[in-house]
C-alpha cells in the first residue's frame, strides 16, 4: 500500500523560501521504474506539475515556471521540494506524486501518476 505525506508548507513573504518534504511509504523505489513529482493547484486553477525526480537516473524535471528556483531531490524514502525566492504566484496546495513507468514525454502530467498525497499549503505574501 503506497502512502505519501506532505509536510513543510506555511506561509512566506515574497523572496522567502519553503522547503517541501513526501515521506513515501510501500512505494517500490529498487525496481527502478518509479517516479515522484510535485504538482500544485490554486483555487480556480488546474493543478500543475512543478518537479518530477526518477530516482534510478537521478534524472530531475521541471516546470519553466520554477526553473532556477526549485530543487527536487530525494532521500531514501523522502522526497523534498526546496523553493527559493517565492513569489505570490507560487501560492498554492502542493501535492506529492509517485507514478510508475512515467515516460520522461509526460513527466509532469498529472494523469501519469497513480499515487498521491493529502497536500500542504503554501501561501506567500506580497
Known amino acids: 500500500q503506497v502512502h505519501l505525506v506532505e509536510s513543510g508548507g506555511g506561509s512566506v513573504q515574497a523572496g522567502g523560501s519553503l522547503r517541501l518534504s513526501c515521506a513515501a511509504s510501500?512505494?517500490?523505489?529498487?525496481?527502478?521504474?518509479?517516479?515522484m513529482a510535485w504538482f500544485r493547484q490554486a483555487p480556480g486553477k488546474e493543478r500543475e506539475g512543478v518537479a518530477a525526480?526518477?530516482?534510478?537516473?537521478?534524472n530531475t524535471f521541471y516546470a519553466d515556471s520554477v526553473k532556477g528556483r526549485f530543487t527536487i531531490s530525494k532521500d531514501k524514502n523522502t522526497v523534498n521540494l526546496q523553493m527559493n525566492n517565492l513569489a505570490p504566484g507560487d501560492s498554492a496546495m502542493y501535492y506529492c506524486?509517485?507514478?510508475?513507468?512515467?515516460?520522461?514525454?509526460?513527466?509532469?502530467?498529472?494523469?501519469?501518476?497513480?499515487?498521491w498525497g493529502q497536500g500542504t499549503q503554501v501561501t506567500v505574501s506580497s
Open positions: 525526480i526518477c530516482p534510478l537516473t537521478t
Open positions: 510501500g512505494v517500490n523505489f529498487v525496481s527502478g521504474s518509479v517516479c
Open positions: 506524486a509517485a507514478g510508475d513507468r512515467v515516460m520522461v514525454s509526460t513527466i509532469l502530467r498529472e494523469s501519469r501518476y497513480l499515487y
